[in-house]
């Protein structure tokens, strides 16, 4: 099994800066936390030590998960138009006659639906990819099938 992690040059730097706030500002502020709530004694019944730790420990499995996706990225560059729909591409489409909806084809790391990215993994990710402008495609998800016609690609 393959550890790589696809993501684009842009989802790289936006995971670097989170590393680094994370290491150089968040770090140093919850171990003051934690400083600060031991002195106030009984670490037993100590709520904000409690919580101070568990801040911790979920801002420390981030880290974790930013150093390994940054360890073993593969980019996503931009290709020269083929005027297919691969991992990276930008897609136009819409869903008879409606409004277009424009997706950018990215990682699982870096999906955000509401911001216009999509995993390739996701049901509407691997129903485009492999397709063409014009071409009608079918995407189906766990509620039912639905298509869009390809309008165009970036």
Request: aromatic share 6%.
């Amino acid at each position: 099994m393959t550890n790589d992690v696809y993501i684009t040059p842009e989802g790289l730097e936006t995971v670097k800066e989170e590393l680094k706030l994370l290491t150089t500002v968040r770090r140093p502020a919850i171990v003051a936390k934690i400083k600060a709530a031991r002195e106030f004694g009984d670490l037993s019944e100590n709520f904000e030590y409690h919580a101070a730790k568990n801040e911790q420990g979920m801002m420390e499995a981030r880290i974790n998960e930013i150093e390994s996706i940054i360890k073993n990225h593969v980019l996503l560059e931009r290709k020269a138009p083929t005027g297919v729909v691969d991992m990276g591409s930008t897609v136009r489409f819409s869903e008879d006659g409606a409004d277009e909806e424009i997706y950018r084809i990215v990682g699982p790391v870096e999906a955000d639906p509401k911001a216009g990215r999509v995993s390739y993994e996701s049901a509407i990710g691997k129903a485009l990819i492999g397709h063409r402008v014009g071409e009608e495609v079918e995407i189906k998800t766990p509620n039912g099938t639905y298509s869009v016609r390809i309008v165009g690609i970036e």
